[in-house]
């Protein structure tokens, strides 16, 4: 077991290279470090051209895992992510051959682009990490992290994904614009670079990784804590404006990606302000609104905003003083 600021140290290395090539968004970058270190899933959701696919590849390239890209598109079928049973002329047998969904970060490019079998494709691997196909169960290595990415501004011949599927995401981010500044530093360092590719450097290994993420699970979070985080899932579900509130696997994203940013910022211990940063992607794709506030314009993620502030927050308790 690593020291809590050892591990802090490890993951501010990996998102200081990460961000040589993806400028002006530590903060989102963070969050999908977050999911990573919590062993969940990431789900992208935003404007073509924000370096959604850079964003995943870079985290594969520093974190020295194995990455492969699905683009997903009506005519895709189950087979083509799990992979299938080919005939070997040589052995006059059936030989499985694995789809790309046998990787460590496997990228989901537009995934509300493919019919409902596909998606479903995916959920037995999210949650369960292994792959029923061919009647076998074969399961995958881990770390294995799925990267989706949908664009919010084309429906038209999308499928948009099912809340039971959502719900398997640990947490949903929006990227945003840059501001003007990071913006032309972005400019600047294509101008130095004289190419397109950015050339990462390892930082860490799967194996280092998979110790940060054991790390995690040994950060405290005390009873406050706990309750905190129910509380808070509990008044989403309380919410008038909610049809359908968060579920107890929401609650479980809640403590688990708090654990993580509090062994991000070099803590052993988590607080209330760490179940705060969480709270919005952790839960508002989790959360399904009264159809008549759609014209309205409410989001989910203003609930959850709102549900933060009706919450009473706990005192901050070192884990040396809940002894």
């Known amino acids: 077991m690593s020291e809590p600021g050892e591990l802090g140290e490890r993951a501010n290395a990996i998102l200081d290279e990460v961000e040589r090539a993806v400028v002006g968004k530590r903060d989102v970058l963070e969050l999908v470090l977050l999911g990573l270190l919590a062993d969940g899933h990431v789900l992208i959701e935003d404007n073509p051209g924000l370096a959604k696919t850079l964003t995943a590849r870079s985290f594969a390239a520093v974190t020295g895992l194995r990455f492969a890209r699905v683009q ?96 398997r995401f640990l947490l949903r981010i929006r990227v945003g614009y840059p501001d003007r500044d990071a913006e032309l530093e972005l400019l600047a360092r294509r101008m130095e670079r004289g190419q397109d590719e950015v050339e990462l450097e390892r930082v860490v290994d799967r194996d280092e990784l998979l110790a940060m993420q054991r790390d995690v699970e040994r950060v405290h979070a005390d009873p406050g804590i706990l309750a905190y985080a129910v509380d808070l899932v509990t008044a989403t579900r309380a919410s008038p404006q909610v049809q359908v509130g968060a579920s107890p696997r929401g609650t479980l994203a809640l403590l688990k990606l708090a654990r993580a940013k509090a062994a991000v910022d070099g803590r052993d211990f988590v607080t209330p302000d760490d179940v705060k940063l969480i709270a919005v992607p952790a839960l508002a794709h989790r959360i399904t609104l009264r159809p008549e506030l759609w014209i309205q314009r409410v989001e989910a993620e203003d609930v959850v905003r709102d549900c933060l502030d009706s919450c009473p927050v706990p005192p901050v308790q070192a884990p040396e003083e809940a002894r």
């Open 72 to 167: 997903f598109t009506p005519d895709l079928m189950p087979s083509d992510v799990t992979g299938s049973a080919i005939y070997d002329q040589r052995s006059g047998e059936l030989r499985f051959q694995p789809g790309p969904i046998f990787t460590h970060v496997l990228l989901g490019d537009e995934i509300n682009r493919a019919p409902p079998k596909t998606q479903a494709a995916l959920l037995e691997a999210m949650q369960e990490r292994q792959v029923t196909s061919e009647d076998r169960t074969r399961p995958l290595e881990r770390p294995f992290l799925v990267l989706a990415t949908q664009n919010p501004i084309e429906y038209e011949g999308t499928y948009p994904l099912p809340e039971a599927q959502l719900d």
